[in-house]
């Protein structure tokens, strides 16, 4: 009988915000039927905003399934949400899906956001590909989306 704690798979869908995270794990989610779980929504306004809020990390992931998706890029921003969504997943495996569309792409994901949210600042060039690099450097194997 195979181990069930190798059996859970999680595809984290990571990169810049307005990369298209969510639009993927969305679009994979609704394909094939699965949970998806926005991780940026486990605040209820910006940590910058309310640093002392704790985040809802646990009724995102309380989910008894083999196989769903996640997206989000706090967890790389604040350290201790890293160790609280690792923590709950505990052994599944994770699956990387860095979404790295072109810079011109990028910009066009960016004034579709600006127009629901008006905070969001745009990256520079060499910036969003920093960013695109921290992202493959943390995850080491992974699968882009271009």
């Given amino acids: 009988m195979a181990d069930k704690r190798y059996l859970k798979t999680v595809f984290w869908f990571i990169g810049p915000s307005c990369s298209g995270k969510s639009h993927y794990s ?15 929504c486990a605040y209820t306004t910006s940590p910058d905003i309310l640093p002392n809020q704790t985040p809802d990390y646990k009724s995102l992931l309380n989910v008894d399934l083999d196989v769903f998706f996640i997206d989000g890029i706090l967890p790389f921003i604040y350290n201790q949400d890293m160790i609280t969504v690792k923590n709950l997943l505990g052994d599944a495996r994770i699956v990387y899906v860095i979404v ?3 810079y011109d792409q990028y910009q066009t994901n960016y004034m579709i956001r600006k127009a629901s949210a008006p905070s969001t600042t745009i990256l520079a060039k060499e910036k ?6 921290k992202y493959k450097t943390f995850a080491k194997k992974y699968i882009k989306i271009n």
């Fill in 26 to 40: 969305e679009l994979l989610s609704q394909n094939f039927q699965l949970y998806c779980a926005h991780l940026d």
């Fill in 100 to 102: 790295n569309p072109g």
């Fill in 128 to 133: 969003y590909e920093t960013e695109i690099f």
